[in-house]
């Protein structure tokens, strides 16, 4: 893996914000990680020679942008904490590119995997993806072309997997608890990417019970291998901690060891914290075993206070219905080129898919229609109609124009087009553009008929 | 009348203050083999003719303990741990240790049990090895002491006469290592710490005074004598400390300040924000271990007048250049520092040295100017320039290596972690609006230093001995960390491992710092500083409610009280 054999230290940002919460009661408050900071500060982590604690800053509303489209902004839709917890990203990535680590690890909160290109609100307690601000970032500014971003949380990756779903460059590899027994009840082996980006989505859901040794089965058999063929210059991980066994949202059986182990295997360059609810009994032994083996430091002294090694064992049905799974997405893996080849044959000009999106914590609906052209030249320009309806509130509607990074002239000039035919049409509230290729963003107003952009 | 003594790296300094006024000041060389003595000579010298009878307190700075420390002259300690899960405790550099089961996490609960015939093997191999000072240490201990005092009573039965230490005992802030290392660095100078204090106080007898001896630690407080003996760690670098309550006497109330102690081989450096000096973030590193001990962040950079200057034969090096400029700069081929040959030239000694160099210039008046020229001829002959050139480029090195080293300080103390929105939405850039110079080669040199960084300087009029002063009105200091667990109904003080009940389950925090209050002003009765309680500030508080199952079974509340490093009223009133 590509952090194999680098010398150097690894990063960490801890922000647990202390001082942010969806709601007082909520799993997603102030406490989550209070245990773990207390358990990070005792174990005297941030001392060790092998570990450098960097201090987090505030993403720009632009490196938001560059992922998102924020309904009617970006400003409406973040606060403090989350420009904290996806700038806590960019610092490690900054520092990782500088040189001064090896590997870093962002624990912070609040976290972002289900969050979509489109963002009207909060959906699967995230309201911007940290995970994809940070490939937008490692992209932009320091030109990586390959990125693999694994997601070990036990909720499907849905708001990563969106974000890149048309991106043949970008490979969203999730495993999870299966989708008919758990939120977002998405992830499922069929979910593999846009017609051009066949296979560069891979979704391997997992029966509940699921112990250390079937991830590590997943692992092995699966991940490692496709990895070692994709050959990304960065390998990311989506970092939940919620297949713990003790997790009060899910039904695994996975152990801190396990993560760690995991991570020693998978080698990330970043791992960003995701979910993991089970704040005493989980959460305080997770990260000290992650910490420990992105650093390179014995972590086989982790251990939950009621863990016992051989405590859980999957039954012979889950085994064979695992290693099944993995059978069937390693065939669409291998078969990759054929999928996108067959795929594309059978379209025209455009590609179109139309979806509904609930936002669960904010209770919104939303419908979208996507449009990618299947362009020859380039990734091909993609707009998005939305409309997202609060309750009974204000139907707050945008049309959404992206232009690929390296767009050929003609994708660029009819993106344009596209945003100049939505301005000031009074059926819809917000045209948004987002040029990644020049790395600019605009958003429209239609009410006030104004436009601001960075 | 107050007396401040320093016994410092070279001089022992001494000074006796009345009011704002600076009476009479002593000074005496140190020697490192007998403290005591150049100890009680500068104070002998120092009351000389004084009415002893009138002198209200006696305040000692010592390297003490820091030399103990940095000659390996410590007493050996067994090191006993109990570190539960987590971190491998192989990994942490504390050496020698003895591990023992049983664990309790970060709530206070036991989740791994002792197991007493362990403790007894441990106790037998602590004798067989004639070993007579422990320190027994477990990770999370602060919450709960119950395996730290069973381990102790295993261990007092088998070792009889043995001297050992908790880790409760020695502090309470989260971090296993650090405090396991405090806890050793404890027992590792308690006795002879003891013996110095009591010798110190017999002296004093002898001499007839009566005022209350104190001494100060590394926070910048006093301590009564006889209290301090409890916790001989804490007056390491007293020294450094002295200086920078001594610029905090004599620079303006409320000032951000630079303090640049300039000596003969090291110029140390601190920063006052806000009137505020800056403590390190979570103790001080006493040699090669990290410890809990409060401490000013004082930055050592090997450079000073007497630095050796050489001129490397090799051509430039482009590639060495960029991390500290002073060391090498002057296209790669001027080396100041880090070592000293022996005085400057100009002073008797055999090389040239920046002090050479501001003789030369005409910046300072010690020394032989003959000597001084013909020391900065070897460096300008060396660079094919000319002898004010040479001198110039010394002292630029030396001014580079200072504010280059002091705004890193800077850097650093924005750089450090923050935990809290409104921690990192807060924290402005800082600068300095002055730099203040204290020891013998800050006058020349804190203009330039001042200069470079856009700040006023400052050579107070008693600049060489303001660590004296800050010594003799320098006033107590005290922190308390309160933390209260009301689902389980107990809190626990980090300082010295105090635990109580608490009944109300819906304390808030006013009550949790009405609470914090009390047992400060407890504990400062105890140290026999009870009379500045009232002073003591709420410096950190957070609540947390705890949330099981969607309602709320309790708050985990952390209050920090302190009384800050300050000056006695006395100095303050005038």
């Known amino acids: 893996m590509s952090s194999q054999g680098k010398s150097g230290k690894t990063g960490l940002i801890f922000f647990p914000a202390f001082d942010w919460a969806i709601s007082p009661t909520h799993p997603e408050r102030e406490e989550r990680l209070l245990y773990t900071r207390d358990q990070i500060f005792e174990e005297g982590l941030m001392d060790l020679p092998q570990i450098e604690e960097y201090k987090p800053r505030l993403a720009e509303e632009k490196d938001v942008a560059r992922a998102h489209f924020c309904v009617p902004d970006v400003g409406s839709q973040v606060t403090e904490a989350h420009l904290i917890a996806a700038g806590s990203t960019l610092t490690l990535a900054d520092a990782l590119e500088k040189g001064e680590i090896r590997n870093g690890f962002a624990l912070v909160r609040p976290p972002g995997h289900h969050s979509m290109r489109v963002v009207h609100g909060n959906r699967g307690f995230c309201n911007i993806n940290n995970m994809a601000i940070l490939v937008e970032y490692l992209r932009t500014k320091y030109g990586h ?62 029966p509940p019970g699921t112990t250390d040794e079937g991830i590590h089965y997943v692992l092995d058999n699966l991940i490692l291998p496709i990895l ?20 009060p949202l899910a039904n695994m059986r996975f152990s801190a060891n396990g993560y760690a182990r995991l991570n020693e295997k998978l080698a990330p360059d970043l791992c960003v914290l995701e979910g993991g609810y089970a704040v005493e009994t989980a959460l305080p032994y997770v990260n000290t075993g992650i910490i420990q083996a992105m650093a390179g430091l014995d972590y086989s002294h982790v251990k939950e206070p009621d863990y016992v090694p ?124 987002q040029d990644k290729d020049k790395d600019k963003f605009k958003f429209y107003n239609n009410m006030t008929r104004t436009e601001r952009g960075y | 009348m107050l007396i401040g003594i320093d016994v410092g790296g070279t001089t022992t300094d001494a000074v006796v203050v009345d009011g704002r006024k600076v009476v009479k000041t002593a000074y005496v060389p140190t020697d490192h083999d007998n403290l005591l ?37 410590t007493d050996p300690v067994a090191l006993v741990l109990i570190p539960g899960p987590g971190t491998n405790p192989r990994d942490y550099a504390l050496g020698e240790s003895i591990i023992l089961d049983g664990a309790i996490d970060f709530r206070g609960k036991e989740i791994d049990r002792l197991k007493e015939s362990q403790i007894k093997e441990a106790g037998a191999s602590i004798r067989a090895q004639g070993l007579s000072r422990v320190a027994v240490v477990g990770k999370f201990c602060q919450r709960n002491h119950a395996h730290e005092l069973k381990v102790y009573e295993i261990l007092a039965a088998a070792l009889p006469g043995a001297k050992i230490e908790m880790g409760h005992k020695v502090s309470g802030q989260l971090n296993f290592p650090r405090r396991a290392a405090t806890t050793m660095l404890t027992a590792a100078t308690i006795d002879s710490y003891e013996r110095f204090a009591k010798d110190v106080a017999r002296a004093l007898k002898e001499r007839k005074i009566s005022a209350p001896v104190y001494i100060l630690k590394a926070d910048g407080g006093t301590l009564p004598l006889d209290k301090s003996v409890q916790m001989p ?7 450094p400390a002295a200086s920078i309550m001594g610029v905090l006497a004599l620079t303006e109330p409320g000032e951000s300040s630079v303090v640049v102690d300039i000596g003969g081989t090291t110029t140390d450096l601190a920063l006052i924000l806000s009137g505020k000096p800056l403590l390190s973030a979570k103790g001080a590193r006493v040699g090669s271990l990290l410890t809990q001990v409060r401490a000013f962040a004082v930055k050592s950079v090997a450079i000073g007048g007497d630095s050796a200057v050489a001129v490397s034969s090799q051509g430039c090096d482009p590639g060495s250049e960029s991390s500290a400029p002073g060391t090498r700069s002057c296209c790669g081929s001027l080396v100041v520092g880090p070592h000293r040959d022996g005085s400057p030239l100009c002073m008797g000694g055999y090389g040239p040295t920046p002090t050479d160099a501001l003789r030369v210039l005409g910046l300072t008046q010690i020394g032989d100017a003959a000597l001084a020229e013909k020391a900065m001829q070897i460096v300008a002959q060396s660079l094919g320039c000319t002898v004010m050139q040479a001198a110039q480029k010394v002292v630029d090195a ?32 800082l600068s300095a609006r002055s730099v203040v110079g204290v020891g013998g080669g800050a006058p020349p040199l804190v203009p330039l230093v001042a200069a470079r960084l856009g700040a006023a300087a400052i050579v107070p009029e008693y600049a060489p001995v303001a660590n004296a002063i800050g010594a003799a009105v320098a006033r107590p200091t005290l922190t308390l960390n309160l933390h209260i667990d009301t689902e389980k109904g107990e809190f ?7 635990m109580g009940r608490v009944t109300d389950q819906k304390m808030t925090p006013e009550d949790a710092e009405r609470l914090a209050r009390r047992l400060l002003a407890e504990r400062a009765a105890l140290l026999g500083i009870g009379e500045y309680a009232g002073e003591a500030e709420v410096t950190y508080s957070e609540v947390f409610n705890m949330i099981r199952g969607w309602s709320t079974v309790g708050r985990l509340m952390d209050v920090r009280m302190e009384i800050p490093a300050g000056l006695l009223p006395s100095w303050r009133r005038c």
Not at chain 1, 335 to 341: G, N, V, Y
Not at chain 2, 233 to 239: L, Q, R, Y
């Open chain 1, 145 to 206: 072309k390959r990125i693999a971003v694994i997601d070990t949380d036990v909720h499907h990756g849905d708001g990563t997997q969106d974000i890149f779903w048309h991106d043949p460059d970008v490979l969203c590899l999730s495993f999870h608890q299966d989708g008919h027994t758990l939120y977002p009840g998405s992830g499922f082996v069929n979910e593999m990417g846009g017609p051009q980006a066949l296979a560069r989505t891979l979704n391997v859901p997992l």
């Open chain 1, 228 to 247: 070692d063929e994709f050959k990304p210059d960065l390998i990311l991980n989506s970092a939940g901690q919620d297949n713990h066994y003790t997790d």
């Open chain 1, 310 to 433: 051989g405590r859980f064992v999957q039954t012979e049905g889950m085994v064979r219905e695992i290693e099944h799974t993995v059978a069937q997405v390693q065939k669409i893996w291998d078969q990759r080129d054929e999928l996108t080849k067959d795929a594309l044959e059978g379209l025209g000009d455009f590609y179109r898919r139309k979806r509904r999106v609930f936002y669960d914590t904010d209770m919104i609906n939303e419908n979208q229609e996507e449009v990618v052209r299947l362009c020859p030249d380039c990734a091909g320009y993609m707009t998005i109609n939305t409309s997202a309806q609060r309750g009974y509130g204000i139907l707050n509607s945008a049309f959404c124009v992206s232009i690929p990074r390296k767009a050929c002239s003609s994708c660029r000039d009819d993106a344009k087009e596209e945003y100049a035919e939505h301005v000031d049409d009074k059926r819809i509230g917000y045209v948004l553009m």
């Open chain 2, 37 to 73: 003595k150049c100890l009680l000579l500068a104070l002998d010298e120092l009351v000389q003719g004084i009415d002893t009878g009138k002198i209200e307190r006696v305040v000692l700075s010592t390297t003490l303990i820091t030399n103990m420390i940095a000659e390996g002259k």
């Open chain 2, 233 to 239: 760690v804490e007056t390491i670098f007293s020294g």
């Open chain 2, 398 to 429: 030396v001014v580079d290596k200072i504010v280059f080293e002091i705004n890193e300080m800077f850097r650093e103390w924005e750089q450090e972690p923050a935990y809290r929105i409104w921690e990192i939405l807060k924290k402005e850039k």
């Open chain 2, 492 to 498: 626990s003080v980090a300082e010295d491992g105090l």
